[in-house]
């Protein structure tokens, strides 16, 4: 048995106590009707990193013990005695183990499936409040201590390390990562690995494989994150994006027990994902991150049995027969009795000519703690007048030097909440220019100057500056569409009402119902939140489209 080297640093004691919970005799055997009992042996692996498929395991007498094995040796996480169970939120995806479970004193345990847990945190609200808390805390722990099974070799001056680090982050993924210009174990790295500094960013996943500058895709095939999904399976619904509109309207067909699968092109969340703090979302009075409230929504998707394709772009739906059939970025084509179309609105960028080539390097699209660290103490620029750019203006405030928020409008109070902008008012650090827009970035690998103009004066301002952040505006994801269903003037998706005599005919609208609230021209297809016309671009609608939607699915499966 290896020895430790390092003992995971737990929360308070009433948190570590909901991490681990030590369950009742009575709710133990609750469980034991859902799996076997079997024996252990002393020093038995009753499974290692990367096992899959991962078993979830409560002991009845005896000790096991989770550990993280790393080249230094193992952390210990926690031992585990009667009562306990092992588990985080890779057992409701379906992914891979992060630590490894070991006997540490012999004794019995009670194994269940995968399939079997999540029948049990629908159906037993005692267990399912407890078992889903522990999974939640332990992921958390495990991100803060970076115990994962990937390694990041990068740099703070490379703009593809922040791309995988926004990746991993927001697939709340835990990883340890080693910064090329500060570590001293980073050249043992790249030499064990044989690997050079022109290949960072690089990812070493299970101490294995290696990537060298890696694509999302690429990431998350190593790791494993679509490897449990059946493709080829006909869902009832499939769900275009798991933004608020995508996750909600997954957690509500879930529950309801309709057969879900989730096709996210990036991460979950959307952009709702990357809000610093969202202080007008109903039921949260001290407000919540964008990332905090997601990730529940994808946990509570995934608790339900809803299934989640990461990175996997939709580029097409074949709509001739039903099943319907959208065709996925590696080719591959998933049925679907429905359809939900949540891919949303991406932020319209300035007409700047060098503009992708500071992406991540200067120019980003998201406010996060991991994009505050890089400006703290500097100026930026935040574009943009809605709720987004303000949540950020005012976020970056505390930890940067001033931030500079162009607003290309005379003001602020047609397009942000009062909030918001009472904020900005009072904030010494945050300077608003209306009126005005960006136009030149200047810089080597690294944005280093920009300018902006005043569009009444004509005034033009340039300023050393190394941070820009792009907020502003949204222009639908619907390229991937390709005409099968009607749009607006502006891209959007039209739905209900909006649907005229002539959209319908053009379509060729089968049916002798006019199209439900939320279905497109195409019958059985919905669209919802952002990406639909008309929307209202606030998360609580988003949420409130998402599980209307569902409401009309079932009424579509039923014809």
């Known amino acids: 048995m290896n020895a430790t080297t390092a003992q995971l640093a737990l929360p308070p004691h009433a948190r570590a106590e909901q991490m681990f919970p030590r369950l009742m005799p009575a709710q133990v055997e609750r469980i034991a009707t859902h799996g076997r009992r079997r024996s252990t042996d002393r020093g038995e692996v009753l499974y290692d990193v990367g096992a899959l498929p991962l078993p979830f395991i409560v002991v009845v007498q005896g000790q096991i013990e989770l550990v993280h094995p790393s080249d230094k040796g193992e952390t210990l996480i926690q031992a585990l005695g009667p009562g306990q169970f092992t588990g985080e939120l890779n057992l409701l ?39 889903m808390r522990a999974f939640i805390l332990r992921r958390v722990a495990l991100l803060d201590q970076g115990l994962g099974d ?61 990537l060298r500058n890696p694509s999302n895709k690429q990431i998350a095939d190593c790791l494993g994150f679509n490897e449990s999904i059946d493709q080829a399976q006909v869902r009832d619904v499939l769900v275009v994006g798991a933004g608020p ?57 995934q608790k339900f049995g809803a299934q989640v394709m990461i990175a996997s772009c939709a580029n097409k739906i074949a709509s001739s027969r039903k099943p319907y059939s959208v065709e996925s970025s590696g080719g591959q084509s998933v049925q679907a009795r429905t359809i939900v179309i949540a891919s949303g609105a991406e932020y319209r960028k300035p007409p700047i000519s060098n503009l992708t080539q500071f992406e991540g390097s200067g120019v980003y699209y998201a406010a996060t703690f991991m994009e505050s660290q890089l400006c703290r103490g500097e100026e930026v620029i935040v574009i943009g007048g809605g709720n987004s750019a303000g949540q950020a203006a005012v976020f970056l405030a505390q930890t940067a030097k001033r931030v500079h928020l162009l607003v290309r409008g005379d003001g602020l109070a047609d397009t942000m909440s009062r909030y918001l902008i009472m904020r900005i008012e009072q904030n010494p650090a945050i300077e608003l220019h209306v009126n005005t827009e960006l136009c030149a970035l200047e810089g080597n690998s690294h944005v280093e100057r920009a300018q902006w103009k005043n569009k009444k004066t004509g005034d033009v301002q340039k300023r050393e500056m190394r941070h820009v952040f792009i907020m502003a505006g949204a222009d639908p994801a619907t390229s991937w569409l390709n005409g099968c269903v009607a749009l607006d003037p502006k891209g959007f998706v039209k739905t209900g009402a909006a649907l005229t005599d002539e959209d319908l005919r053009d379509a060729g609208w089968p049916l002798t119902r006019r199209p ?10 919905f669209a919802v939140g952002d990406v639909r016309g008309g929307n209202v671009k606030r998360v609580a609608s988003a949420v409130g489209e998402g599980s209307i939607s569902i409401a009309f699915v079932h009424q579509v499966l039923g014809e």
Not at 157 to 185: M, W
């Open 93 to 131: 995806s379906g992914r891979r183990a992060l630590a490894r479970a070991r006997v540490r004193e012999p004794g019995e345990v009670i194994e269940i499936s995968r399939e079997q847990l999540l029948l049990l945190v629908q159906t037993d609200f005692e267990l399912s409040e407890i078992l």
């Open 150 to 210: 990937v390694v990041l070799i990068g740099s703070h001056f490379c703009s593809g390390t922040l791309g995988v680090k926004q990746f991993l982050a927001r697939n709340a993924h835990p990883y340890s990562y080693i910064d090329l210009e500060n570590d001293a174990e980073a050249q043992h790295f790249l030499d064990r690995f044989k690997v050079g500094v022109n290949d960072i960013p690089i990812l070493i996943c299970r101490g294995e494989l290696v």
């Open 245 to 301: 509109s995508g996750l909600a309207a997954a957690v509500f067909a879930a529950s309801e027990g309709l057969d879900v699968l989730v096709m996210e092109s990036n991460v979950p969340g959307g952009q709702a994902g990357a809000s610093s703090k969202i202080e007008n979302f109903f039921g949260f009075p001290t407000g919540i991150t964008g990332q905090a409230l997601t990730g529940r929504a994808y946990a509570q998707a």
């Open 516 to 525: 439900h609230l939320l279905e497109t021209s195409l019958p059985g297809v």
